[in-house]
C-alpha cells in the first residue's frame, strides 16, 4: 500500500479543517468588531475615563464637549458608583438611592473662575430605571483634588 494517498488525504482533511475554523473564526471577529462599531455609533457616546476615586469611575463624553464660550465649557459625565459611592447617596438623599447603578450629569465649566454648575443630574437604578432628576444652575467652586478638580484639568487645557 502506498503511504503517500493516506498521507495526502490527511493534510487535506486538516487543511480543510483549519481553513473551517478560521472562517468561523473571522466571522466571529467580523460580528463582534460591527456590534462594537455599531453600538458606540447607535448611541453617539464617546465615553473617555478621567479618574477613579473610592466612590466610583468617572468618564466623561468627548461628542458632547462644547466650548460655549471662550470660558466655558459644556460637557456630559457619567459617574459608576462603587458601594462606598452608593453609600454617600444614600446618607445624602435617602434610602431611594440604595439601588443606585451610574449618573448621567450634564455639567459647565468656567474655566477661567475655576467653577463648574451641574444643569441636569440623572440618576440610574441597576434596572436601568431614572429616578431622582435634579435641575440646577448654579455655579460652585470646586476642590481642585476632587474629581471635578481632575476633569477640569482635562476639558479646560485644551
Given at each position: 500500500?502506498?503511504?503517500?494517498?493516506?498521507?495526502?488525504?490527511?493534510?487535506k482533511?486538516?487543511?480543510?479543517?483549519?481553513?473551517?475554523?478560521?472562517s468561523?473564526?473571522?466571522?466571529?471577529?467580523l460580528?463582534?468588531?460591527?456590534?462594537?462599531?455599531?453600538?458606540?455609533?447607535?448611541?453617539?457616546?464617546?465615553?473617555?475615563?478621567?479618574?477613579?476615586?473610592?466612590e466610583?469611575?468617572y468618564?466623561?463624553?468627548?461628542?458632547?464637549l462644547?466650548?460655549?464660550?471662550?470660558?466655558?465649557i459644556?460637557?456630559?459625565?457619567?459617574?459608576?458608583?462603587?458601594?462606598?459611592?452608593?453609600?454617600?447617596?444614600?446618607?445624602?438623599?435617602g434610602?431611594?438611592?440604595?439601588?443606585?447603578?451610574?449618573?448621567?450629569?450634564l455639567?459647565?465649566?468656567?474655566?477661567?473662575g475655576?467653577?463648574?454648575?451641574?444643569?441636569?443630574i440623572?440618576?440610574?437604578?441597576?434596572?436601568?430605571?431614572v429616578?431622582?432628576?435634579?435641575?440646577?444652575?448654579?455655579?460652585?467652586l470646586?476642590?481642585?483634588?476632587?474629581?471635578?478638580?481632575?476633569?477640569f484639568?482635562?476639558?479646560?487645557?485644551?
Amino acid at each position: 500500500m502506498n503511504p503517500e494517498p493516506l498521507t495526502d488525504f490527511w493534510l487535506k482533511k486538516g487543511a480543510t479543517c483549519v481553513k473551517s475554523l478560521l472562517s468561523k473564526l473571522g466571522a466571529t471577529f467580523l460580528v463582534i468588531g460591527l456590534a462594537a462599531f455599531l453600538g458606540t455609533e447607535a448611541w453617539g457616546v464617546n465615553w473617555k475615563y478621567y479618574g477613579t476615586n473610592e466612590e466610583g469611575t468617572y468618564y466623561y463624553d468627548t461628542q458632547t464637549l462644547t466650548r460655549l464660550s471662550r470660558s466655558n465649557i459644556r460637557v456630559c459625565v457619567q459617574s459608576i458608583y462603587t458601594e462606598k459611592g452608593v453609600s454617600h447617596w444614600v446618607k445624602e438623599g435617602g434610602k431611594g438611592f440604595q439601588n443606585l447603578d451610574f449618573s448621567l450629569i450634564l455639567s459647565e465649566y468656567n474655566c477661567i473662575g475655576r467653577s463648574v454648575r451641574h444643569l441636569r443630574i440623572r440618576f440610574y437604578s441597576k434596572e436601568g430605571a431614572v429616578f431622582y432628576p435634579i435641575k440646577n444652575d448654579e455655579w460652585q467652586l470646586f476642590a481642585p483634588d476632587a474629581m471635578a478638580g481632575a476633569l477640569f484639568e482635562e476639558i479646560c487645557k485644551q
